[in-house]
């Protein structure tokens, strides 16, 4: 919330969520069912943006075989259209930026972009 405030953004705008919907300890031992939910609530709450926090966020969200999709790259900072619809932008792991402070500027170099495209949008 905080981060989101700090870029002038809304966060009532804001939807967020996990990528593996199960209380597993390790991602990669969750139920493809679980991980499907993801494409599910795509679906539902539509997006203008999708923010994919680290390297494996990224691996799970290219392998969901959303309709018109594109592959997302591993680019810091730089939007992406991932599908007609959805933009995406890729950042850093939130969770390993916050003890370094190298990492940290990286994180927060990247999600700035966030708030630049939010200004960018027409007003409602």
């Known amino acids: 919330m905080k981060s989101l405030k700090r870029l002038s953004i809304d966060p009532l705008a804001v939807y967020g969520t996990l990528c593996v919907k199960c209380p597993v300890p390790d991602p990669a031992l969750a139920d493809p069912a679980c991980v499907a939910r993801l494409t599910e609530?795509?679906?539902?709450v539509q997006p203008k943006?999708?923010?994919?926090?680290?390297?494996?966020?990224?691996a799970v969200i290219n392998e969901l075989g959303i309709p018109l999709s594109r592959e997302?790259?591993?680019a810091p900072g730089e939007l992406q259209q991932f599908t007609p619809a959805i933009e995406a932008l890729f950042v850093p792991n939130i969770d390993e930026a916050l003890d370094e402070e190298h990492a940290k500027r990286e994180f927060w170099t990247a999600f700035r972009v966030l708030g630049?495209?939010?200004?960018?949008?027409?007003?409602?």
């Open 49 to 58: 943006i999708l923010v994919v926090m680290g390297s494996d966020s990224l």
């Open 116 to 124: 630049q495209w939010w200004s960018d949008l027409p007003p409602y």
């Open 41 to 44: 609530e795509l679906a539902i």
């Open 72 to 74: 997302l790259v591993p």
